[in-house]
Nanobody, 119 residues
Framework: QVQLVESGGGLVQPGGSLRLSCEAS????????MGWFRQAPGKEREFVAG????????YYADSVKGRFTISRDNAKNTVYLQMNSLKPEDTADYYC????????????WGQGTQVTVSS
């Protein structure tokens, strides 16, 4: 059973920064590509960023390139998302999951962490 626990969200002003964390359980974490996804009210869940098992390859949605950085610490079974220069359109619930390209792999999601960017 996959256990994913996201944290680090909050309320920030436009231009501010947040660092999200995702702690994952399961014996396959270290061999899996991981991704961050987000879902805003009334919208479909969308891909945000992905990182290969070793951390050597990262890739991003066009909307966050240059502003967000995904990283991971396999010793801690944790993946991070550093979000800078936040915009109101970044407001969403953020989730992590094992990823295959830009798609999530598992049907079960964590509770997510809320990010609100507003003046």
């Amino acid at each position: 059973q996959v256990q994913l626990v996201e944290s680090g969200g909050g309320l920030v002003q436009p231009g501010g920064s947040l660092r999200l964390s995702c702690e994952a359980s399961g014996r396959t974490f270290r061999t899996n590509t991981m991704g961050w996804f987000r879902q805003a009210p009334g919208k479909e869940r969308e891909f945000v960023a992905g990182i290969s098992a070793s951390g050597g390859t990262t890739y991003y949605a066009d909307s966050v390139k240059g502003r967000f950085t995904i990283s991971r610490d396999n010793a801690k079974n944790t993946v991070y998302l550093q979000m800078n220069s936040l915009k109101p359109e970044d407001t969403a619930d953020y989730y992590c999951n094992t990823a295959r390209g830009r798609l999530p792999v598992y049907d079960y999601w964590g509770q997510g962490t809320q990010v609100t960017v507003s003046s």
